[in-house]
């Protein structure tokens, strides 16, 4: 398997457009988290899904955030309108389960710069 | 969630040298998880230890837990250049892995 895979590795966009990243976890996995790290907050959990449905958003920052999963191997997370704070790396990761034994497979990331 | 905090923040050693890096945490946990990240990349797994063992050995990591102090330690004999990154763990029950900021560790050639 090829891992974790994120796309783009690098975005830089103006403040009010709208942000598209993506992730296609590892084949077989249940469970896809997304997660965002920056100097002053460190890496936080964003949001997480077990077979492509949303179980806690609750460490999404706003509204204008929003993630889906709509199969097995692929999410989204969207942000619009971004905006200057939201510039970040967003990694995404996947499990076969959850916490316990299970090891986190993690993205390389998207760089994510907004102007 | 469970969530470790790292200590110290920041690391710098000699090639060659031991590296030890303490990890606290607050609640029960089922088992222990220790990563790594370079820089500009995503993390990678280290080792996990369970919570009914006290010490674990992988190559040229050493882990340890005391559940009774919720204290683990990952100590990193024979320290490479390649070894600089930062180094995280995750206490683990039956939720998500929850990461503080880390140690972040520079071993100079």
């Known amino acids: 398997d090829a891992g974790v895979i994120q796309s783009p590795r690098h975005e830089v966009t103006e403040m009010g457009q709208e942000v598209t990243l993506r992730c296609k976890p590892i084949?077989?996995?249940?469970?896809l988290f997304w997660y965002r790290q920056t100097m002053m907050r460190g890496l936080e959990l964003l949001i997480y899904?077990?077979?492509?449905?949303?179980?806690?958003d609750s460490g999404m920052p706003e509204d204008r955030f929003s993630a889906k999963m709509p199969n097995a191997s692929f999410s989204t997370l969207k942000i619009q309108p971004s905006e200057p704070r939201d510039s970040a790396v967003y990694f995404c990761?996947?499990?076969?389960?959850?916490?316990?034994?299970?090891?986190?497979?993690f993205g390389p990331g998207t760089r994510l710069t907004v102007l | 969630s469970q969530q470790g905090e790292e200590d110290p923040q920041a690391l710098s050693i000699q090639e060659g040298e031991n590296a030890t890096m303490n990890c606290s945490y607050k609640?029960?946990?089922?088992?222990l998880q220790w990563y790594r990240q370079n820089s500009g990349r995503g993390l990678v797994h280290l080792i996990l230890i369970r919570s009914n063992e006290r010490e674990k050995h992988s190559g040229r990591l050493r882990v340890t837990l005391d559940t009774s102090k919720k204290s683990s330690s990952l100590l990193i004999t024979a320290s490479r250049a390649a070894d600089t990154a930062s180094y995280f763990c995750?206490?683990?029950?039956?939720?998500?892995?929850?990461f503080g900021k880390g140690t972040r560790l520079s071993v100079i050639a």
């Open positions: 990761a996947s499990s076969p389960g959850l916490g316990g034994h299970n090891e986190q497979f």
């Open positions: 899904f077990n077979n492509n449905v949303p179980i806690d």
């Open positions: 609640t029960s946990i089922n088992n």
């Open positions: 084949s077989g996995h249940d469970y």
């Open positions: 995750a206490p683990t029950g039956n939720t998500p892995l929850v």
